[in-house]
């Protein structure tokens, strides 16, 4: 049997950590060889351009001071020359460095012992994937080195037979020694009687296969009376005392814990119907619920609150008219007309044949009361109005009560809260998108889903249509 070398994946990093330095080194070295050179050589450029430019430059010739700068920034390693007069205005600025930031030089223009002018010339700066680029045969020479150094590693540091057999023996050895001295219960001191009498009666066959053969015994021995104390506690849990001693169970308390268990049973199976994800989707309620944290519509007045609550029912039942006249919706009709009260209002939507997207239009439905209740609220409140915020909830009505308490729990303002089994999950998967709840504490809050969001055309039909329903509302 081939072995690995020792710590090979360990040496693997030690090989790309000592590459990565290298790389690093490489660049660091380059870019500041290279930073040397056009340092220098954008010195020798700026006092060219001087000598050239001085006549120009003091008699404030713009146009021959730009043929004269266009010239320099040709060159690849300059990207922008500002000229200026000797009162430090500019008189040509070339280039594009706002695009390419640099290494500046400048240097004052003279004529004998009078100041002209200044010139300022931008140089390009080297970009660490460049100095790469342009190294890549080190690099990659680099890179096969280290490769190789690691697969030599691999293969001569590989453990020899003889290694490997004075290694097993060392671990045999301390294996012994370890079990043979270790006090587990009690039960060492059986361990040295057992092989005193070995000993005495074969003082010619003490070896290190008799000692093998009494530490796996002894260790049985232990592993055994484990394992049934273990057995023994779990199946009387209750009658141990915290001595070790046992409690008689009274076989009333038996029997209660029987009807117990019973009565959890049912209690689960009943829950699990209404969370069983398998069942169809005939009908949906969509229910409405005012965001109101301070229980504000309480203390109003009776003349402000009774037209609120009839503009609100109004517009839930005009969104329930035009929605369904969607071609996408065909089959889906509203089983109620909502009315509005302190606590909200809630409509149910039933699917006329098997084709019909009921739960897709519950969802939309829902999302366009939000939209349409948005608005009049931010009007309202534009006019020093009373108005409050929505919530809504789309379940089965299997689930509807389960959406009411979520609603009042964990509803926050302007949320869709989602609870559908299969089915109509996969009515509405093609056209919304959906989250889970962070860190829920039920069991419907997990099965409970929050409209994150629809696609393009879905946002476009609910805008038509709510815009359809405001103009009703204006023209009445």
Known sequence: ????????????????????????????????????????????MVAQLIDEARLSLENKDRVSLSVIANRYTSEQDVTRILIKDNNDEILVPVGNAPMQQGDTISQIATNGDAVIGSV????????????????????IGTMLLHLLLWLLYGYLARPTKEQINALSHDIQELYIEQYTQVDQRGYNRDIERSSDDAVDS?????????????????????????????LRTQQNPETTDAT?????????????????????????????SKLSATRSVDKVRVQIVFHDEFNMLERL???????????????????????????LLLGVSAMNEAQFADNGASVVLKADNSHAKVALAGVMLAKLYLMLNKIIHDKHIELSRFALPAKAGVSDDAQSEAMTHLLQSIGKKEQLLILLPNNGLKQISNHIQVHSIMRPTTVYERECAI??????????????????????????
């Open 1 to 44: 049997m081939t072995y690995l070398a020792p710590r090979q994946g360990l040496f693997a990093i030690i090989i790309l950590v000592s590459f990565c330095l290298q790389t690093l080194l490489l660049v660091i070295s380059t870019d500041q060889q290279l930073s040397n050179s056009r340092a220098l050589k954008g010195e020798q």
């Open 451 to 476: 409209f994150d969001g629809g696609n393009d055309s879905m946002i476009q039909r609910l805008a038509d249509v709510r815009n359809a329903v405001l103009m009703i509302e204006e023209d009445e």
């Open 202 to 230: 074969h003082p010619s066959a003490t070896g290190e296969s008799d000692i093998d053969d009494m530490v796996a015994n002894a260790r049985k021995f232990n592993v055994q009376n484990e394992v049934n104390d273990y």
């Open 244 to 272: 070790g001693g046992s409690v008689d169970t009274d076989a009333d308390s038996l029997s209660g814990e029987g009807n117990t268990t019973e009565t959890d049973s049912a209690g689960t199976g009943h829950q699990s």
């Open 120 to 139: 300022a010339l931008t140089l390009k700066d080297i970009s660490k994937g460049e100095i790469i680029a342009m190294q890549w045969p080190f690099v």
């Open 301 to 327: 007045a009776p003349a402000q609150r009774l037209p609120y609550l009839a503009l609100c029912t109004q517009l839930f039942n005009q969104a329930v008219t035009e929605l369904l006249k969607q071609p």
